[in-house]
């Protein structure tokens, strides 16, 4: 007769095993709960609504106690559950593209999540069809570009000729802009050349009789590239408790504003 030889676990094992998958699972739930805590950081949401958004959501993905530190480039979540135990990731955040439209749709997903209790799978495809969703397109971004530097040309007082020129300069900085984004360079860079190419335009096109002051063209094309949202989230930082992330934020604001000065500046100097 065949022997056959049987491994019959102890208790204390088959409690170590539901642990060991708990913890897979828990580990899947986090990472899931990361990838909305890093698209609404990347969006453009403040670091107090992104800490209490990944709160809240690893309570109702069955965390008995979520531990969250996040500043501009890093987010760092422990969680805890008898089931489980100790469960921690970190993820590096690199890069930014505001999507205020994007960043309610992540909102209006975390509080679907909270009240109604998705699956892991669920929760997945929600996600992915907010990330599918398109943006706008390139040609409207262009006229967009076009809209707010004629608007800001004719605001500080600059004539009707002044918005035009700002308005064809803004379109040439969108494309530039996306160029250099694709490269992946720093926003320093992109806005250093930006603001370079900005002033050299507004200068040539006075020169050459298509506009009637270089400054109002520039400060046109200079609201483009100011840095309102980071500015304004590193103040609501500091105010809501966060002040390592709200000074961060500021001081990347402010040598950001320096960088597009300095590059205007330049551009003066070599006309």
């Not at 570009?145 to 308005?167: N, V």
């Amino acid at each position: 007769m065949e022997e056959h030889s049987y491994h019959f676990f102890s208790p204390d094992e088959l409690s170590q095993l539901s642990r060991m998958e708990n913890a897979d699972r828990a580990n899947e739930y986090l990472y899931r709960v990361l990838d909305i805590g890093q698209y609404m950081l990347q969006c453009g949401g403040e670091v107090s609504r992104v800490e209490d958004s990944i709160r809240r959501l690893c309570i109702a993905f069955g965390a008995e106690r979520a531990d969250v530190f996040t500043i501009t480039s890093s987010i760092v979540v422990t969680i805890y559950a008898q089931s489980f135990g100790a469960v921690t990731q970190t993820r590096r955040i690199t890069g930014s593209a505001y999507d205020l439209h994007r960043l309610e749709q992540l909102n209006q997903l975390s509080r679907r999540i909270c009240a109604q209790r998705l699956s892991l799978e669920e929760t997945e495809a929600a996600l992915r069809e907010i990330v599918a969703t398109p943006q706008y397109s390139f040609g409207v971004q262009l006229l967009t570009y076009a809209l707010i530097s004629s608007s800001f040309s004719l605001f500080f007082g600059g004539s009707w000729l002044d918005a035009a020129a700002s308005g064809v300069i803004g379109v040439g900085l969108k494309c530039l802009d996306r160029v250099i984004r694709r490269t992946e360079a720093s926003a320093f860079l992109s806005a250093l050349l930006c603001s370079c190419l900005g002033g050299l335009l507004a200068g040539l096109a006075v020169h050459f009789h298509l506009g009637d002051n270089v400054d109002m063209i520039s400060i046109g094309n200079i609201m483009l590239l100011i840095p309102g949202i980071a500015l304004t989230n590193s103040l609501r930082d500091m105010f809501s408790g966060n002040t390592i992330s709200g000074l961060m934020r500021f001081i990347e604001a402010i040598l950001l504003a320096l960088t597009i000065a300095f590059g205007f500046a330049l551009a003066a100097s070599l006309l």
